[in-house]
């Protein structure tokens, strides 16, 4: 089982970012907590992270056939990006979409998410645990 887990736009400004929102845990944190449970669960992981839209499509059509699923948090394109949603469709990898917010109890314009069309879970609001709960829902050890 190979994983690939985007993250988008100022995900690696955590730790520095709104931390009563994101948390106080840094980017790095993030990718060793990943790295850490992926390994103790026997699933190959990459991470990438990119402030660009295009990038993160481009990203996406890499993963076609290299990839068995996709963990995605496409931060600020969740609610603007078709252009990610577009590539997620066309490489067909199952997709669990992550926020480490609440999205749900935010302001109106993160109520819509692209990616939520195609992705077949949404984990929000759990912090960086929704990670782990994505990673575990695609290798069907969902708690
Ligand atoms: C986010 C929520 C988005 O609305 C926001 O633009 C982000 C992070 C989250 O992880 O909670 O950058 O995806």
Redesign the pocket.
Known sequence: MKILVIN????NMLGVREPDI?GKNTYKELVKMIKDHCKAKGVSCELYQSNHEGDIVTKIQKAYKKFDGIVI????Y??TSVAILDALKAVGIRTVE????D?SA?EDF?QISYVGKYAEKTV?GLGFDGYIAAIDHLIGEDR
């Open positions: 988008g736009p100022n995900i994101y948090n496409p931060a600020a969740t609610h992550v926020h480490i917010s999205v935010r993160r929000a």
